[in-house]
């Protein structure tokens, strides 16, 4: 066979192959192009029912690529790719790759809970296992929390979905806790009387509920008294308001010769809700 017979076959088959080509190309093009418009549509139907940003983002991500790997698969078909064996190699490279690498499949499917459970958001202040701070990322496979004292904690979201989440953010109302020891030489009840006026005078303690002061535990020489107060902490600082309640009652002992022996401390509260 002459080259001339051999290039006239291949031109055959190469016009015979040319509309399934063609076929391919287009159907290939429209999946990219019209993957952003239906992920963009899709996203726009969900954010009537789901605020999150980054759940947005994820399901924009799963729409699009969903949208990409099926017109690709259409494409590849009209080229005759044995895309039935293709996909079975896949699902086997898929079972290895996925047993090396369980661990970024667990942070990543609780990534996603998270997304959907919403916890916490973005500026929320949270501990989780050993760590506090606000919420500075929520990524699929991390979350970025910042401490109180400047750290950036990046903790896996497998830890975060797998221990208990305190959300100090969630709720208006955050209750403060301050012990007062009392000489016993001391009018208990006056003493307790002056320090709730001083207490509710302060900018940024709650009246309802209001504060409460209480005698406590009977110590080697005072009388332990607990002070607890309500804080709107979506409208003052709550460090600024407890510091505040500290002086105010310092400075009504000092004015009325109340003798503290010992002094003031803060004692952190755990529950934030309010009861």
């Keep these: 066979m002459d080259f001339q017979t051999i290039f006239q076959n291949w031109l055959a088959s190469f016009f015979d192959y040319l509309p399934k080509l063609i076929a391919g190309l287009v159907i290939f093009i429209v999946t990219v192009v019209g993957s952003s418009f239906f992920a963009k549509w899709v996203v726009g139907l969900v954010s009537k029912k789901i605020e999150s940003k980054e759940l947005h983002r994820l399901i924009f991500l799963i729409s699009r690529w969903s949208v990409l790997i099926v017109?690709?698969?259409?494409?590849?078909d009209q080229v005759n790719f044995d895309v039935t064996g293709f996909i079975a190699g896949l699902g086997v490279a898929g079972f290895t790759i996925g047993f090396a690498l369980q661990d970024i499949a667990k942070n990543f499917i609780s990534?996603?809970?998270?997304?959907?459970?919403?916890?916490?958001?973005?500026?929320?202040?949270?501990?989780?296992?050993?760590?506090?701070?606000?919420?500075?990322e929520i990524n699929i496979r991390d979350t970025?929390?910042?401490?109180?004292?400047?750290?950036l904690v990046i903790i896996p979201?497998?830890?975060?979905?797998?221990?208990?989440?305190?959300?100090?953010?969630?709720?208006?109302?955050?209750?403060?806790?301050?012990?007062?020891?009392?000489?016993?030489?001391?009018?208990?009840?006056?003493?307790m009387?002056?320090?709730?006026d001083a207490i509710s005078a302060v900018p940024g303690v709650e009246k309802d509920p209001e504060p409460t002061i209480q005698a406590e535990a009977l110590g080697d020489s005072t009388l332990t008294i607990s002070v607890l107060f309500w804080v709107d902490q979506q409208k003052n600082n709550l460090l600024t308001v407890h510091s505040e309640v500290v002086?105010?009652?310092?400075?009504?002992?000092e004015t009325h010769h109340i003798n503290l022996p010992y002094p003031i401390q803060k004692v952190l509260i755990q529950q934030t809700d309010q009861e």
């Design 247 to 253: 002086k105010a009652i310092k400075t009504a002992s």
């Design 144 to 151: 970025v929390v910042q401490t109180v004292d400047g750290e």
């Design 71 to 76: 017109g690709t698969i259409m494409a590849l």
């Design 111 to 136: 990534g996603l809970l998270l997304l959907y459970r919403q916890p916490f958001n973005l500026a929320d202040m949270i501990q989780v296992a050993d760590f506090q701070g606000v919420v500075k």
């Design 193 to 196: 009387s002056l320090f709730l």
């Design 157 to 191: 979201n497998q830890t975060v979905f797998s221990n208990p989440i305190v959300n100090f953010s969630d709720t208006n109302l955050r209750r403060r806790r301050v012990e007062i020891g009392l000489g016993y030489d001391e009018d208990a009840d006056a003493a």
